[in-house]
């Protein structure tokens, strides 16, 4: 534990040297969190590495072997079940755990928030765990809550273009090396397709995934629908963010070849007519919302916002009701890291105010 600050709240940060980790270290400095105490932690194999904060050195420790006691919130970045394993074990020793897995976000007793989407949740955290939103859900949910809002949100269809990065460091690298051994075998081959280049073979997204794209992402539940359990996160994560049980959502997710920043297309029904016009004027004043003429994958990279476009009538919906419209976002900022640390600053005002 290292001393930050006079007062604060003492952070902790579970699965600091990975990918999410090392941004979320990144916006703690950047957005000013106002930390007294700070610790890193991680698995055994990343223990005893040093990594600096602000002019710090911090020792990263092994959770195994930790002491949970002192710290006021920790961030989790460190996988489902990292996070079955130890969110109940920090939780029970004071902490209020924000999670960036999949493993909590469907309990009735914890909070799946995005910051700027529907904070009040954080009101009451019965388990003493907060859930982060899957990245495509965060990316739509500040763009969809306030024309829920505004309109009546009635069906939802996404088809998501997810970056490499989404699948962590071995799908970058699978990308890296796939990219490279294409370049080495010449362009012309690439015209061509089929299996004109000699690809590695794919180590992490199912398929090569350089210069394709593959309608695969997750594994096949086994409930009779033949969608990816990435699919049904974003319909059952928006219905309880948006505070809406009953809504129809259907969702495609694949995996395309770029390295950073998901994009959705989207399709929203609602119960109240609504022109682009109107859509744009209340988007414009939505937080954490840009609107672009053309939202792409690098426009979106190391940015904050939710950047919408292409927004028109969706001419398969009778009347006036419904809306067609593309969004990107940066998977690993907003995605995972920024809300996160977003979060952290309502549990701070909500809960540790009197160490502020």
Same mark, same amino acid.
């Given at each position: 534990?290292?001393?930050?600050?006079?007062?604060?709240?003492?952070?902790?940060?579970?699965?600091?040297?990975?990918?999410?980790?090392?941004?979320?270290?990144?916006?703690?400095?950047?957005?000013?969190?106002?930390?007294?105490?700070?610790?890193?932690? +991680?698995? =055994?194999?990343?223990?005893?590495?040093?990594?600096? !904060? $602000?002019? #710090? &050195?911090?020792?990263?420790?092994? %959770? /195994?072997?930790?002491?949970?006691?002192?710290?006021?919130?920790?961030?989790?970045?460190?996988?489902?079940?990292?996070?079955?394993?130890?969110?109940?074990?920090?939780?029970? +020793?004071? =902490?209020?755990?924000?999670?960036?897995?999949?493993? !909590? $976000?469907? #309990? &009735?007793?914890?909070?799946?928030? %995005? /910051?700027?989407?529907?904070?009040?949740?954080?009101?009451?955290?019965?388990?003493?765990?907060?859930?982060?939103?899957?990245?495509?859900?965060?990316?739509?949910?500040?763009?969809?809550?306030?024309?829920?809002?505004?309109?009546?949100?009635?069906?939802?269809?996404?088809?998501?273009?997810?970056?490499?990065?989404?699948?962590?460091?071995?799908?970058?690298?699978?990308?890296?090396?796939?990219?490279?051994?294409?370049?080495?075998?010449?362009?012309?081959?690439?015209?061509?397709?089929?299996?004109?280049?000699?690809?590695?073979?794919?180590?992490?997204?199912?398929?090569?995934?350089?210069?394709?794209?593959?309608?695969?992402?997750?594994?096949?539940?086994?409930?009779?629908?033949?969608?990816?359990?990435?699919?049904?996160?974003?319909?059952?994560?928006?219905?309880?963010?948006?505070?809406?049980?009953?809504?129809?959502?259907?969702?495609?997710?694949?995996?395309?070849?770029?390295?950073?920043?998901?994009?959705?297309?989207?399709?929203?029904?609602?119960?109240?007519?609504?022109?682009?016009?109107?859509?744009?004027?209340?988007?414009?004043?939505?937080?954490?919302?840009?609107?672009?003429?053309?939202?792409?994958?690098?426009?979106?990279?190391?940015?904050?916002?939710?950047?919408?476009?292409?927004?028109?009538?969706?001419?398969?919906?009778?009347?006036?009701?419904?809306?067609?419209?593309?969004?990107?976002?940066?998977?690993?900022?907003?995605?995972?890291?920024?809300?996160?640390?977003?979060?952290?600053?309502?549990?701070?005002?909500?809960?540790?105010?009197?160490?502020?």
């Amino acid at each position: 534990m290292v001393q930050i600050n006079e007062r604060g709240v003492n952070v902790a940060v579970l699965g600091a040297t990975g990918q999410v980790g090392m941004v979320m270290r990144r916006v703690l400095d950047e957005r000013d969190f106002p930390i007294k105490d700070l610790r890193f932690l +991680a698995s =055994a194999r990343s223990a005893g590495q040093t990594l600096n !904060w $602000r002019g #710090h &050195d911090i020792t990263v420790e092994d %959770v /195994a072997t930790a002491d949970l006691s002192g710290i006021d919130i920790a961030i989790f970045s460190a996988g489902g079940g990292t996070s079955k394993q130890w969110a109940p074990k920090f939780a029970e +020793a004071g =902490a209020i755990v924000i999670d960036n897995s999949s493993q !909590w $976000r469907l #309990h &009735d007793d914890v909070p799946l928030v %995005v /910051a700027e989407v529907n904070p009040d949740d954080l009101d009451e955290i019965p388990a003493g765990i907060v859930a982060n939103p899957n990245c495509t859900t965060m990316a739509i949910m500040p763009v969809l809550k306030p024309l829920a809002d505004a309109f009546g949100l009635k069906r939802l269809i996404v088809s998501s273009y997810q970056a490499v990065s989404g699948a962590g460091r071995a799908g970058v690298e699978q990308l890296m090396n796939e990219a490279k051994a294409a370049v080495e075998q010449g362009a012309d081959k690439l015209v061509f397709g089929g299996d004109a280049i000699d690809f590695p073979e794919p180590t992490k997204v199912a398929r090569t995934i350089a210069f394709n794209e593959v309608p695969m992402i997750g594994d096949i539940v086994d409930d009779g629908s033949e969608e990816t359990d990435e699919e049904q996160k974003l319909r059952n994560e928006s219905r309880k963010i948006l505070h809406l049980p009953d809504l129809k959502a259907s969702c495609t997710c694949v995996r395309v070849g770029v390295f950073t920043s998901h994009g959705m297309s989207v399709n929203a029904e609602f119960e109240q007519d609504v022109t682009p016009d109107q859509a744009r004027e209340v988007l414009g004043e939505a937080p954490a919302v840009e609107l672009v003429d053309i939202p792409t994958a690098q426009l979106a990279a190391g940015k904050t916002p939710s950047f919408v476009g292409r927004i028109r009538q969706d001419q398969a919906v009778d009347g006036n009701k419904g809306l067609a419209f593309f969004v990107t976002n940066d998977n690993l900022r907003k995605g995972a890291a920024l809300n996160a640390v977003e979060l952290a600053e309502v549990v701070a005002q909500k809960h540790f105010a009197d160490q502020l």
